[in-house]
Nanobody, 127 residues
Framework: QVQLLESGGGLVQAGGSLRLSCAAFGLTFSSLAMGWFRQAPGKEREFVAAISRSGGNTPHADSVKGRFTISRDNVKNTVYLQMNSVRPEDTGVYYC????????????????????WGQGSQVTVSS
């Protein structure tokens, strides 16, 4: 059974830190390009960060660049999103996503390019 299970969300004060994790089950993790997206109430789901199969290519959205960092552990079948210096505008439901990729360096930054999605993890940043 294919599953992406997110954890690590919660309530954090502005300026604080949080780390999200996403564990993959039923998938060949090392063959997956992974991504993090978020959705605020009343808004569309938006790209946050992506990572290639090997971890060598990691684009981040301009809004989080320098504050958030995506990483992966291909032994633990897990992708992470380290969130530092969080802001109230970072509030939303965070989703991890996966898609098989035949090319090691490929990353995907669009919602429609991903085939598998987690259930979402709520992150709330208080001012």
């Amino acid at each position: 059974q294919v599953q992406l299970l997110e954890s690590g969300g919660g309530l954090v004060q502005a300026g604080g830190s949080l780390r999200l994790s996403c564990a993959a089950f039923g998938l060949t993790f090392s063959s997956l390009a992974m991504g993090w997206f978020r959705q605020a109430p009343g808004k569309e789901r938006e790209f946050v960060a992506a990572i290639s199969r090997s971890g060598g290519n990691t684009p981040h959205a301009d809004s989080v660049k320098g504050r958030f960092t995506i990483s992966r552990d291909n032994v633990k079948n897990t992708v992470y999103l380290q969130m530092n210096s969080v802001r109230p505008e970072d509030t939303g439901v965070y989703y991890c996503a996966a898609v098989y990729s035949s090319i090691t360096a490929t990353v995907r930054t669009s919602v429609r390019e991903y085939d598998y999605w987690g259930q979402g993890s709520q992150v709330t940043v208080s001012s």
